[in-house]
């Protein structure tokens, strides 16, 4: 086996599992979870979950220092990528 090969097989058997603790969606936009969100328009938006549903997201805002930017409001077809983030970064 080459050294390739056993990485791909190493790399194929930690990928079988889930991570412990792995959140579930509704657990992931549950109210107070802390999101990094890419939108279709090009910015990154990153902040406490306040409120979704099936129209979008309702974060609070933080910019990178951690301080409050407001509220905002993504609706689902703006959304490119959601980050679950497992804490909020210090």
């Known amino acids: 086996?080459?050294?390739n090969e056993g990485l791909a097989?190493?790399?194929h058997r930690e990928a079988r599992?889930?991570?412990e603790g792995s959140p579930q969606i509704p657990k992931a936009f549950e109210?107070?979870?802390f999101v990094s969100v890419s939108a279709r328009v090009g910015n990154d938006?990153?902040?406490y979950v306040c409120d979704s549903d099936g129209s979008g997201l309702l974060l609070?805002?933080?910019d990178p220092s951690g301080d409050p930017g407001g509220y905002e409001f993504l609706p689902w077809s703006s959304v490119e990528?959601?980050?679950v983030?497992?804490?909020f970064p210090h």
Do not use: K, P, Y
């Open 60 to 62: 609070d805002i933080r």
């Open 85 to 87: 983030l497992e804490d």
């Open 1 to 3: 086996m080459t050294e």
């Open 45 to 47: 938006v990153s902040g």
């Open 17 to 19: 599992g889930l991570r």
């Open 81 to 83: 990528r959601v980050r």
């Open 31 to 33: 109210r107070g979870a």
């Open 9 to 11: 097989n190493r790399l």
